[in-house]
């Protein structure tokens, strides 16, 4: 099989249901007679675009559509370790690899409170208006979990 034929059927996957996970893809993959290895699968994701966001793998230029408080509830649960108020910031500590999902559904909630988030590795910044709303952020997240 080519790549781009790979590449396709990867697509075609991902279009189709919510995949969690790059060994439940493989698996998907390899039910159609497809053997991929981890390095190619990842690689192959890479030059897609395909993102990982709380309810799975998607394309990277798919309009989401917004995310409900219970799978944000999900996602925090799933990712989280720490979440506290630093001035008008909150900072949510997550897995290693696990902030971008997590911003996204942040960012997808559309709470009032947050004005926008950054996420690198393992930490997420929010912005919101104040110090006051910060803390009321936080107790809102950890309500959800």
Do not use: H
Not at 39 to 56: F, H, I
Request: net charge positive; glycine share 8%; charged share 25%.
């Amino acid at each position: 099989m080519t790549k781009a034929a790979r590449q396709a059927r990867i697509l075609e996957i991902i279009r189709g249901g919510s995949v969690r996970t790059q060994d439940a893809l493989a698996a998907r993959l390899n039910e159609q007679g497809v053997e991929v290895s981890q390095v190619t699968l990842s690689r192959d994701l890479r030059e897609l675009g395909v993102v990982k966001s709380p309810e799975g793998y998607r394309e990277a230029g798919a309009v989401p559509p917004p995310a409900s408080e219970e799978q944000l509830a999900r996602a925090l649960r799933d990712f989280r370790t720490d979440c506290r108020a630093a001035a008008n910031l909150v900072v949510l500590k997550t897995r290693p690899g696990a902030a971008g999902p997590l911003a996204l559904a942040l960012d997808r909630v559309g709470w009032a409170e947050i004005v926008g988030t950054i996420a690198g590795d393992d930490t997420i910044f929010v912005a919101t208006a104040s110090p006051a709303v910060a803390k009321a952020l936080v107790r809102r997240l950890d309500a959800l979990v």
